[in-house]
């Protein structure tokens, strides 16, 4: 390591130049408001208070009252790839919001742990044989047969694979022949999967009318399904949902659904709907739906030990909205150009499939769905995660309340808005942190963690003995 002629280490001189910075304390105290950001942003601008009847300035908020003359604010990302304090806040209102659809809580009332509601998982369908991870098997054997007969694609390339893949080979969801994978199916899978949820979605009414012989409209008179989904990537480079699916009555989570609404009803509607959830491609002839690997579980209202708990459905849920991407098959950020797309941590699969998406977005028939945008993401367009709108409580509540919370901790003056007018005027300065700024953010992150994952570890013992509720 370099050593200056001081005898301090060249990142001890970063740390100490950092620290000598006029208003450091102010500054490290911010940092530990946003909760150790890693790529924060600074604004310029004001927030001015006034009375809406005498004009009277009230009170004023500047950038210039804060360290270094800037106000700084987390980023919000939710990738952890990005910023990792930022996803963890968004894993946890994740929770919360999913959590309060399973047991209440967050203006939802408990009775809704008495509705039908099930755990489901929805595939895509198959665009040519990949390479498998078989816990204790082969990838794909073909059982007393002679590799020298074994079946042969129209390339040449024989379609069977005795290799026992660990599950991070690169190989695993990698086609056995590239020349007969469907790409460019595979791509408008994921750039479509919302349009195939919206028929999924009616679907379910459909199969419900005609199941109690009444009109759509009666049946949407008489009950309800919502949902909260998270998308998950597969290593073959297609989107999977894993979704909560629930029967209400007509008013929502309060409401509930007639007695006839059984978990049983629920679960025949939904393989129904999956079955006849087709979607169209505009101006092709690609008729996309869901796979036929359908795995639909009942959510148990009980503790550890039942087959799938609230809390275990709400973990799951939150922990993949914070990980979209995945490694060696998806990317973080979009790609400006191919330029260095062969110099990019990717496999194989994961190019053809990125370079199919760039080449498909250049064509007339496929230019809405703006494929060269959503590249890094093999083609989806979608939000990680999405909700009914009678689900739960929403990101912007949660969000809320959590900064009126910190408002009153930090004995901030909170003016009612009756009476007032709230005038902003922020500028956007720069993004990120110096290389000495960004050791000091990591610190505070490193000790917030821990103090979290002491505090978690002590509401888990106080829980197996049966203090803490499950919410």
């Known amino acids: 390591m370099y050593r200056s002629h001081e005898g301090l280490t060249f990142t001890d001189q970063v740390l100490l130049g950092t620290a000598l910075l006029p208003d450091f304390r102010a500054w490290l105290a911010r940092i530990r408001h946003i909760g150790g950001c890693?790529?924060?942003?600074?604004?310029?601008?004001?927030?001015?208070?006034?009375?809406?009847?005498?004009?009277?300035?009230?009170?004023?908020?500047?950038?210039?009252?804060?360290?270094?003359?800037?106000?700084?604010?987390?980023?919000?990302?939710?990738?952890?790839?990005?910023?990792?304090?930022?996803?963890?806040?968004?894993?946890?209102?994740?929770?919360?919001?999913?959590?309060?659809?399973?047991?209440?809580?967050?203006?939802?009332?408990?009775?809704?742990?008495?509705?039908?509601?099930?755990?489901?998982?929805?595939?895509?369908?198959?665009?040519?044989?990949?390479?498998?991870?078989?816990?204790?098997?082969?990838?794909?054997?073909?059982?007393?047969?002679?590799?020298?007969?074994?079946?042969?694609?129209?390339?040449?390339?024989?379609?069977?694979?005795?290799?026992?893949?660990?599950s991070d080979d690169p190989a695993v969801g990698a086609p056995l022949c590239p020349g007969c994978y469907d790409y460019l199916a595979a791509v408008l899978f994921n750039a479509h999967t919302r349009d195939l949820w919206q028929r999924l979605h009616r679907s379910l009414y459909e199969h419900l009318a005609s199941t109690r012989g009444i009109t759509r409209k009666a049946t949407r008179q008489a009950i309800r399904v919502a949902y909260a989904k998270v998308a998950e990537w597969q290593r073959r480079g297609n989107i999977h949902f894993h979704a909560v699916m629930r029967f209400d009555g007509p008013d929502g989570p309060g409401d509930p659904p007639p007695v006839w609404a059984t978990t049983g009803l629920l679960i025949e509607t939904i393989r129904a709907a999956t079955r006849h959830a087709v979607y169209q491609v505009p101006r092709t002839k690609i008729v996309l739906r869901f796979g036929p690997q359908l795995d639909i579980r009942p959510i148990t209202p009980g503790r550890a030990g039942d087959d799938l708990t609230e809390r275990a459905v709400a973990s799951y849920i939150a922990k993949y909205v914070t990980k979209p991407e995945l490694a060696g098959i998806t990317l973080d950020r979009p790609l400006p150009n191919l330029a260095k797309l062969a110099q990019l941590p990717l496999t194989d699969h994961a190019r053809t499939l990125i370079l199919t998406c760039w080449a498909v977005g250049a064509l007339p028939p496929y230019a809405k769905i703006k494929l060269r945008r959503w590249a890094h993401q093999l083609g989806y367009r979608g939000h990680t995660a999405t909700k009914s709108r009678a689900y739960s409580t929403t990101y912007t509540a949660l969000r809320a309340a959590r900064a009126e919370h910190l408002a009153t901790l930090n004995h901030e003056t909170v003016h009612p808005s009756d009476g007032t007018i709230v005038t902003k005027d922020w500028h956007f300065s720069h993004a990120g942190h110096t290389l000495g700024e960004a050791m000091y953010a990591e610190a505070i992150a490193d000790d917030l963690r821990a103090a979290r994952e002491a505090a978690r570890a002590a509401r888990a013992d106080l829980d197996d003995a049966g203090v803490v509720d499950v919410r």
């Open 38 to 166: 890693q790529h924060p942003i600074h604004l310029r601008g004001r927030t001015e208070t006034i009375d809406a009847t005498t004009a009277a300035l009230i009170s004023e908020f500047t950038s210039k009252s804060q360290p270094h003359g800037l106000l700084t604010v987390a980023c919000g990302n939710r990738r952890v790839s990005r910023c990792e304090p930022c996803a963890r806040l968004h894993q946890g209102d994740t929770y919360h919001l999913i959590a309060a659809g399973l047991a209440g809580g967050k203006n939802v009332p408990d009775t809704v742990r008495t509705h039908p509601r099930v755990f489901v998982t929805f595939t895509a369908p198959s665009f040519g044989p990949v390479h498998r991870h078989t816990p204790g098997g082969l990838c794909r054997p073909r059982s007393n047969t002679p590799s020298s007969k074994a079946p042969r694609c129209p390339h040449g390339t024989v379609m069977a694979c005795v290799t026992r893949h660990a």
